[in-house]
């Protein structure tokens, strides 16, 4: 969407429509640094206005952290400094801040400062997600001893000297404090101290997010703090994380671990069923969607502990309190089940979620949300198509769309917004390896595909979830009747990139038996005859727009895409050597050859240019076309046959050349 164009929207000041427009435009260009929507996202944040001007938004909160979340996406792992300062600004000045000051009532998009205080915490950890131990650029802000100061209530200033290694040097640009009290600032500082050194095994990090040891400061401490502790702790040190109950156990305070010999009191109890269910989202999140037996098996065993809990009668003060404990953590836990099996439709946890779903007057808003959304995840695609992708952004993108504290009302957005959990679709990928017929689009049932990597090859047999791809460095693929594909899939190389986001190989069949090769290769011939044919109609009717009508033949866009990849194939060195094979690779590399000539002409006439500028630039569609499905053939006929550039990489390239100069560039 041009910038022009969201004026429109947020012209209108309705908080959920612009939650919704900031969240997407910055998950469009996220990780992008895009300077247009950079300048969007800054009105809303009163600390990057002039002096003066903060008074005229009067934005409420959730429009602020929405717009302050968004800048955590549009700068993603950038390191950027500027932005690393107003987030930290922003974290130390929310505790005495006051209202968000609107004027015009009630709106559904209202939240507190302690839901702005998680989006800044969430934001810097974005910023700098992963890369803790390399932030030389923001050494002399020491981000991890004003962090710590903000969690243990002290000032940024009374920190000590940070970490140096054995030379003397400064290890990183974080450094430390231990953390025990509460406050706005607490869990979105916890939250950028995670996301900053997500992965990174760097344990003094992770020290100074430790459950406290004294056991009288572990019965006052917030159970739900020491949950996102915790949580944000094993993050941390993933690598560590093992499905097994030891583990589990080890991230237990040892005041709350059980014994033969004694039961624990009521106050640890739920300190302990906090600190095992945010092992076991911390585990899920390192296992999502590889549905490891190991970790399904330990969360499920947790799952059926908590759930016998929270069904249990409250007699008493205490007893009641545990029970909302209990309940509290199933959700955590379900989700967490459900992660480890995403996109696979789990019977085992379908029939625990199932028994979730229900009308319970113990069951608040919150609960059925969390069951829902693990049933979602569980079923992801239909349970077949897809899956959750275990890289370092998806696990800090599902972190803050699974925030462990779920609402208690639909209109609940006091500490975390409810928009933000949609942004788990982000972490979604392919979940099959699927290889198809190039001519029918019809899946080759009998194809095995070949991994080689540098110590062993493995082999699968598709449709097959789809493999880790870490070390492989060249796949083949080999099928009855079929020609071999061998594509090199090295660190880097686009050919990897094409196969993890599409995860759709196309084989070439073989030139069949002499006595039956005259008929088919004369079906084949009669194919390419069509397909001439019927691009030369398409490019005559889009230029007679008055006669296009609802008629417009979009399946020829789909028989250009394969009738490329068949030229594509034929120029391997297996069809060199074969006399037989290169004469179909002939026939179609000389069809594709007219059908490229037709589609350029027609991208050369003034109207088709005036078309391709205005997609490129987000303008209204041509009012010369009568039809909009002729612009957006129009629009797929030229990407199909021309190696034209998305929309936002066009616009790039017009700020260097113009965008004339930049088409007859495209049609040379």
């Known amino acids: ?62 429009t602020q952290a929405a717009a302050m979340l968004s800048l955590g996406l549009l700068f993603m792992q950038s390191q950027n400094r500027r932005m690393v300062e107003v987030m930290l ?42 890369r803790g131990l390399s932030t030389k650029t923001l050494a002399d802000l020491r981000l991890l001893d004003t962090l710590s100061a903000m969690i243990s209530g002290g000032r940024s200033g009374a920190a000590p000297a940070p970490h140096t290694d054995k030379d003397g040097a400064e290890l990183d640009a974080f450094a430390g404090l231990s953390i025990s009290s509460s406050g706005l600032s607490n869990v979105g500082a916890v939250a950028a101290i995670g996301l900053a050194f997500l992965g990174t095994n760097y344990s003094p990090a992770a020290q100074r997010l430790a459950a406290p040891t004294p056991l009288q400061q572990l019965r006052t401490a917030d159970p739900f703090m020491l949950l996102w502790k915790t949580l944000m702790q094993q993050l941390i040190m993933l690598d560590h994380i093992e499905p097994t109950l ?50 399904h098996s330990i969360i499920v065993g947790v799952f059926d502990e908590l759930e016998l809990a929270a069904t249990r009668p409250a007699l008493d003060y205490e007893s009641s309190l545990t029970r909302a404990a209990a309940q509290s953590c199933l959700d955590i836990v379900c989700v967490s089940a459900a992660l480890v099996h995403a996109g696979s439709g789990d019977i085992a946890t379908m029939k625990r979620l199932r028994a979730l779903h229900g009308v319970n007057a113990n069951r608040s808003y919150g609960n059925h949300m969390a069951s829902h959304m693990a049933l979602g995840i569980l079923f992801l695609g239909g349970g077949a198509r897809f899956t959750i992708s275990r890289s370092t952004q998806s696990i800090a993108l ?77 796949i083949r693929v080999s099928a009855p009747r079929y020609m071999a594909l061998s594509l090199d899939v090295s660190l880097g190389s686009h050919t990897r990139d094409l196969v993890s986001r599409r995860r759709v190989l196309y084989l070439q069949p073989q030139t069949p038996a002499p006595m039956h090769g005259i008929a088919v290769l004369s079906q084949f011939t009669e194919w390419l ?95 010369q076309l009568s039809d909009m499905r002729a612009s957006y053939a129009t629009i797929a006929l030229l990407y199909a046959v021309l190696d034209l550039p998305a929309p936002s990489d066009a616009m790039k390239l017009a700020q260097q050349v113009p965008i004339s100069q930049l088409i007859d560039f495209m049609l040379q």
């Open 1 to 62: 969407m041009p910038p022009w164009q969201t004026f429109k929207y947020l012209s209108k000041r309705h908080g959920l429509t612009s939650i919704a427009l900031l969240l997407g435009c910055a998950c469009a260009h996220r990780g992008t640094m895009n300077s247009s929507v950079s300048k969007i996202l800054s009105l809303h944040i009163p600390n990057l206005l002039p002096p003066g001007s903060s008074e005229l938004m009067l934005l409420s909160y959730g």
């Open 89 to 130: 600004h922003e974290l130390e000045s929310v505790e005495v801040r006051g209202t968000s000051g609107r004027l015009d009532g009630v709106d559904p998009a209202e939240s507190t400062a302690e839901c702005f205080s998680l989006a800044s915490g969430f934001s810097l950890g974005l910023v700098v997600l992963g």
């Open 246 to 295: 030891s583990w589990i156990e080890s991230t237990v305070p040892n005041a709350c671990i059980v014994s033969t010999a004694n039961t624990l009191a009521p106050d640890l109890y739920r300190i302990r069923i906090h600190a095992v269910a945010a092992a076991c989202f911390a585990l899920a999140l390192k296992y999502a969607g590889t549905e490891d037996p190991h970790a």
């Open 398 to 474: 599902l972190v803050v769309a699974l925030f462990p504290r779920f609402p208690q009302h639909y209109t609940d957005n006091c500490e975390h917004l409810q928009a933000w959990r949609h942004l788990w679709a982000l972490c979604v990928v392919p979940r099959c390896l699927v290889v198809r017929d190039v001519r029918t689009g019809q899946m080759c049932r009998d194809a095995v595909v070949v991994l080689h990597s540098e110590n062993r090859q493995t082999s699968v047999v598709p449709p097959v979830p789809f493999p880790e791809m870490d070390g492989v460095q060249s």
């Open 529 to 623: 005859t069509s397909t001439q044919m019927r691009v030369n109609v398409l490019c005559a009717q889009l230029m007679q727009p008055h006669s296009v009508n609802d008629a417009v033949d979009s399946s020829v866009v789909h028989a250009i895409r394969r009738l490329r990849i068949c030229v594509l194939a034929m120029h391997s060195p297996f069809v060199a050597r074969n006399s037989c094979v290169s004469g179909w690779a002939e026939k179609a590399y000389l069809a594709w050859l007219n059908v490229r000539t037709r589609v350029v002409a027609l991208a050369r006439h003034d109207e088709i240019r005036r078309l391709l500028t205005r997609y490129w630039t987000g303008s209204q569609p041509n009012t």
